[in-house]
């Protein structure tokens, strides 16, 4: 066989490779009736979502909870209740059903906590002089600690960015980054901060990926590594500021930084959300998103429920009232 010959027979074969797949790989369709919507769903949740095991979470329990409560001539607002309130037994703010009319979201996880966060106390650290680069709005206090409030990681922040922030706080001796009720947002900007934390390329995690239907059918982990940048690094001590709104892209943050030497956690445990969000929809068109690859810390374990401070700290109602941070005062004491 010449080799022209050889290379056309593969080709055909490459080009009829999904014609052969999809003769031999059906997904169920389901009708687009209140039952067809429940039983689309629920298998969406019960192939796809990636902490059903992890959270003891018996789904086919919650089927048969859920499954007489669907009737034919319900209407589009009772369904989407159903709906929303089974995807609230996965206790996961990565988790809504979107329709044009609503979202259902599951927001527990940091409702049952203390607050721990003044935005107006925020405004008076800052001051009026007080500079914003990207999505970070940054300051030098009266003690001569820099000050880095950085509200949401959907907020774009670039080397540029970074540089100037840390050249305009070297002179500071040490450095807080306050990420309370930052919600997450984009995972590159968040890597992007930590790499001017590092002096050298450490191992922060592992993450894996569904591998089939089954609850446990994962991938081998795969290592996450944070290396550093080969712009300007801060070289003094840091404290990261939490609390249980700190979600998403801001748990990886924060999952990074506190395997730096330099870096200390203070503040309330972070709300979590470790799973990569991956989205689907029903056949009425409604969107799911739902939690799809784990991401796990350094030591395999699962960081989906939060990640605990290294110094504990709650706002004390009396501080509030004469203007005071308990949690921004405890860093400033740790960083002296």
């Known amino acids: 066989m010449t080799p022209k010959r050889y290379l056309f027979i593969l080709r055909s074969l490459l080009l009829a490779l999904p014609i052969l797949l999809n003769g031999c790989i059906r997904e169920e369709e389901f009708d687009n009736t209140p039952q067809g919507n429940f039983e689309a769903l629920w298998k969406i949740i019960d192939e796809q979502y990636c902490f059903l095991d992890y959270k003891q979470i018996d789904w086919d329990a919650v089927h048969n909870k859920y499954r007489p409560l669907i009737t034919s001539g319900m209407s589009h607002d009772g369904l989407f209740e159903v709906l929303g309130n089974m995807l609230a037994e996965l206790k996961d703010g990565h988790v809504n059903l979107y329709a044009s009319h609503n979202m259902a979201r599951y927001w527990d996880w940091y409702l049952d906590y203390p607050r721990n966060f003044n935005e107006s106390l925020i405004e008076q650290y800052l001051g009026r002089g007080y500079r914003i680069a990207g999505g970070a709005k940054y300051t030098i206090l009266e003690d001569n600690i820099g000050y880095v409030y950085y509200e949401s990681f959907a907020s774009g922040i670039g080397d540029g960015n970074l540089s100037e922030i840390l050249s305009y706080l070297s002179v500071c001796n040490g450095l807080i980054i306050d990420v309370r009720n930052n919600g997450g947002g984009n995972l590159t900007n968040a890597t992007r901060m930590a790499q001017r934390f590092t002096n050298e390329k450490v191992l922060t995690g592992y993450i894996q990926h569904k591998t089939g239907k089954g609850h446990n059918d994962f991938s081998e982990p795969t290592p996450i590594y944070i290396e550093p940048s080969n712009n300007i690094r801060w070289q003094k001590k840091v404290a990261v500021l939490t609390n249980r709104h700190s979600y998403s892209a801001t748990n990886d943050f924060v999952n990074s930084m506190r ?10 445990k972070t709300g979590g959300g470790s799973g990569l969000p991956f989205s689907s929809e029903l056949p009425n068109g409604w ?46 004491r740790l960083l002296r």
């Open 259 to 268: 395997y730096f030497p330099n870096v200390t956690l203070v503040g309330d």
């Open 287 to 332: 969107g799911v998103r739902f939690s799809a690859s784990p991401h796990l810390d350094a030591q395999k374990q699962h960081i989906e429920f939060g990640i605990d401070p290294d110094k504990k700290v709650d706002m004390n109602k009396k501080d509030e009232n004469n203007g005071i941070d308990t949690i921004i005062e405890e860093a400033r």
